[in-house]
T-cell receptor, first 112, second 113 residues
Framework: GIQVEQSPPDLILQEGANSTLRCNFS?????LQWFHQNPWGQLINLFY???GTKQNGRLSATTVATERYSLLYISSSQTTDSGVYFC??????????????FGKGTKLSVIP | NAGVTQTPKFQVLKTGQSMTLQCAQD?????MYWYRQDPGMGLRLIYY???????DKGEVPNGYNVSRLNKREFSLRLESAAPSQTSVYFC????????????FGQGTRLTVV
C-alpha cells in the first residue's frame, strides 16, 4: 500500500513564528487531506488538496502530486494551533477499492 | 447539522465482553469508515462501506465486525474484547469512496482491561 511520511515528527514554536510541515507519499494518489487533531482529540478538516495551493487564514497548503509531496504552512502561530497535524492520502488499495492512508502526524506545540 | 456522530464517547470493557460502537451521519454520504488510532501509529482503517449494502475489510479488521444498517448508520462490533483493542475509534464518512473529502466523528475512547 501507499506509504505516507510526515516531517518533522515533533515541532516546538514560539508564538508568532512560522512553520512548514511536510508530507511525502510513495505513489500516485487521488486526493490528499490535512487534518488538525486538537488536544481534545477532535479531527478537524483543514484542507482537501489533491493538487495546487489553497489558503485559509493563517494556514495554506500546497500539493505537488507529480513529485509526491504536500506542504502545510502555518504563519504567525498561536497557542491554539497546538496539536497533531495529519496528512492523509487516498490511493488504490487493490480489488477495485481506494483507501485513505494516514501519516503518523506532526506534533506541534506553540508556547507563549 | 451534526455531521458524524459517534456513541459512546468513552467505554471501559472487561476482556471477553462484547460491545457495539454506533455511528451516524447526516450528510447523505454514501461511504463510511471505521478507523482506530493508537499512540504513534496515526489512524488505521478497520472496515469501510463504500455504499449502502456493502462492507469491506481495511488494514486491521481482525477482531471486529461491521454492519451498514442503512445509508446513515454504520456500526462496529467487538465480539470478544481484548486488551489489544484498547484504542480511540473514529468513524468517518465521505460522499463517495473516491476523490471526495472525508469527515470524522469525535471519537470513542475504549479501554479493555
Amino acid at each position: 500500500g501507499i506509504q505516507v511520511e510526515q516531517s518533522p515528527p515533533d515541532l516546538i514554536l514560539q508564538e508568532g513564528a512560522n512553520s512548514t510541515l511536510r508530507c511525502n507519499f510513495s505513489d500516485s494518489v487521488n486526493n490528499l487531506q490535512w487534518f488538525h487533531q486538537n488536544p481534545w482529540g477532535q479531527l478537524i478538516n483543514l484542507f482537501y488538496i489533491p493538487s495546487g495551493t489553497k489558503q485559509n487564514g493563517r494556514l495554506s497548503a500546497t500539493t505537488v502530486a507529480t513529485e509526491r509531496y504536500s506542504l502545510l504552512y502555518i504563519s504567525s502561530s498561536q497557542t491554539t494551533d497546538s496539536g497533531v497535524y495529519f496528512c492523509a492520502v487516498e490511493g488504490y488499495s487493490g480489488a477495485g477499492s481506494y483507501q485513505l492512508t494516514f501519516g503518523k502526524g506532526t506534533k506541534l506545540s506553540v508556547i507563549p | 447539522n451534526a455531521g458524524v456522530t459517534q456513541t459512546p464517547k468513552f467505554q471501559v470493557l472487561k476482556t471477553g465482553q462484547s460491545m457495539t460502537l454506533q455511528c451516524a451521519q447526516d450528510m447523505n454520504h454514501n461511504s463510511m469508515y471505521w478507523y482506530r488510532q493508537d499512540p504513534g501509529m496515526g489512524l488505521r482503517l478497520i472496515y469501510y462501506s463504500a455504499s449502502e449494502g456493502t462492507t469491506d475489510k481495511g488494514e486491521v479488521p481482525n477482531g471486529y465486525n461491521v454492519s451498514r444498517l442503512n445509508k446513515r448508520e454504520f456500526s462496529l462490533r467487538l465480539e470478544s474484547a481484548a486488551p489489544s483493542q484498547t484504542s480511540v475509534y473514529f468513524c468517518a464518512s465521505s460522499h463517495t469512496q473516491l476523490n471526495t473529502e472525508a469527515f470524522f466523528g469525535q471519537g470513542t475512547r475504549l479501554t479493555v482491561v
